[in-house]
C-alpha cells in the first residue's frame, strides 16, 4: 500500500510517500480502507521530536497520524462481523498509522459515520471536534456574551464561533489576514479583524467597550497579552494552546487581572475530561462532536491534500497556510 512514512525526526521534508506492507488486524480489531486522515498541530510537533503532552514520541520508522475514516475491509480474530463493509470514523489515541491507504483500529473505538456526512467531515469532527466541544464545556455561552476567539479560522476556532453563535453569543473573531478574517467573517463572526494589525484591540473596544465575556486562547504571545485586555470584569480566559508562543506576563499585568476578577484556566487534559463525565469521556464528546456535525449545527472547515502531498500540509499547517481542519486523502 502507498503510506507516509518518517524515517527521521526533523522538518516538514522528513515525511515520505512510498510503498510498504498493508497492516493486519489483530483480534478485536479491524482493517479500514482510509478515505481521509486527519492532520493534527500535535502531529507535527511529534514529527520534529518534541514529545506531547500528551502523546509520547513513536518508534521511528513510523506511519504518522491518529484521526482516520473509511470502510472496515478485514476483520481481525474474535471482532464482531457487523462491522465488515461499514464506513466508520475512529481516532486512534497513542497509536499512529492514519496517514496510509489502510489502518488498523480497536473495533471498540469505532463510530459509524452518520448519515450525510462524508469522510472528510467525520475525521475532522473525531479530534476536532471532540476538542472543541470539550472546551464549549466550560464557556457557558448564551445571549449576552460576548467570545473571543483568536485563531477563529482554523479547525477549532472554526467551530467554536459556529457554536458560539448558535448559542446566542456575540463573537468577535481574529485571524491573520484579509482572506482569513474573510473566511472568519462568512462563519458567522460579528466583528472579524486581522491580528497583525497594531490596531485590532482599538476596533474591538470601539465596538464593545463593556469588554468580552470569555477568551478562547490557543494563541499565547502578544495576541493573547493584548486580548486578555479586552476581557470584562469577571471574565474567563480558557487557554488550550499557545502557538504564538508562551504568555508571560508581568506581575502587575497578573495583579491587574486578579483585580479585575478575571480567572484562568486550562481546559484540555483531565479538566476536560472530568467535565466531560462518564465512563469513556472521550467517547462521549466523539459522539456528541458527530451528532452536532450531522445536524448541521457544526460544520467543519476543510484544507484537503492527497496523501502524497503530507509534507506540504505539514509545512503549510506550521506557517498558517491552511484553513480550517487538515485532511488527506489517499
Do not use: C
Amino acid at each position: 500500500m502507498n503510506a507516509v512514512r518518517l524515517h527521521a525526526f526533523g522538518p516538514a521534508e522528513n515525511l515520505t510517500h512510498e510503498r510498504t506492507a498493508v497492516p493486519v488486524p489483530a483480534p478485536g480489531q479491524v482493517r479500514i480502507a482510509v478515505a481521509a486522515a486527519g492532520v493534527h498541530l500535535l502531529d507535527t510537533s511529534l514529527r520534529q521530536g518534541i514529545q506531547g503532552p500528551p502523546a509520547p514520541l513513536p518508534e521511528l520508522p513510523t506511519v504518522p497520524g491518529r484521526e482516520v475514516a473509511g470502510t472496515v475491509d478485514a476483520l481481525g480474530p474474535g471482532t464482531d462481523p457487523a462491522w465488515l463493509g461499514r464506513d466508520v470514523v475512529v481516532h486512534l489515541g497513542f497509536a499512529p498509522g492514519g496517514y496510509a491507504e489502510y489502518a488498523v483500529a480497536d473495533a471498540a473505538r469505532l463510530h459509524p459515520v452518520p448519515d450525510g456526512l462524508d469522510a472528510a467531515r467525520a475525521v475532522a469532527m473525531i479530534g476536532t471536534g471532540r476538542t472543541a466541544l470539550g472546551i464549549l464545556q466550560f464557556a457557558d455561552l448564551g445571549p449576552g456574551s460576548v467570545a473571543l476567539v483568536p485563531a477563529a479560522a482554523g479547525g477549532i476556532g472554526t467551530l467554536l464561533v459556529q457554536y458560539a453563535k448558535n448559542a446566542g453569543a456575540t463573537v468577535v473573531a481574529l485571524a491573520g489576514g484579509a482572506a482569513k478574517t474573510a473566511v472568519a467573517a462568512a462563519n458567522g463572526a460579528d466583528l472579524a479583524l486581522d491580528y497583525t494589525d497594531p490596531a485590532w484591540p482599538e476596533a474591538v473596544r470601539a465596538r464593545h467597550p463593556d469588554g468580552a465575556t470569555v477568551l478562547f486562547d490557543s494563541v499565547g504571545g502578544a495576541t493573547a497579552r493584548a486580548a486578555l485586555g479586552l476581557l470584562a470584569p469577571g471574565g474567563r480566559h480558557l487557554v488550550f494552546g499557545w502557538s504564538g508562543g508562551p504568555l508571560d506576563l508581568t506581575d502587575a499585568e497578573r495583579a491587574d487581572l486578579t483585580a479585575r476578577g478575571i480567572t484562568t484556566r486550562g481546559v484540555l487534559g483531565p479538566a476536560m475530561l472530568q467535565r466531560a463525565g462518564g465512563e469513556d469521556p472521550l467517547r462521549l464528546l466523539e459522539t456528541r462532536a458527530l451528532a452536532e456535525a450531522a445536524a448541521g449545527r457544526l460544520r467543519p472547515a476543510l484544507t484537503r491534500y492527497p496523501l502524497a502531498r503530507a509534507a506540504e500540509a505539514h509545512h503549510d499547517l506550521e506557517t498558517r497556510a491552511t484553513t480550517g481542519k487538515v485532511v488527506l486523502e489517499p
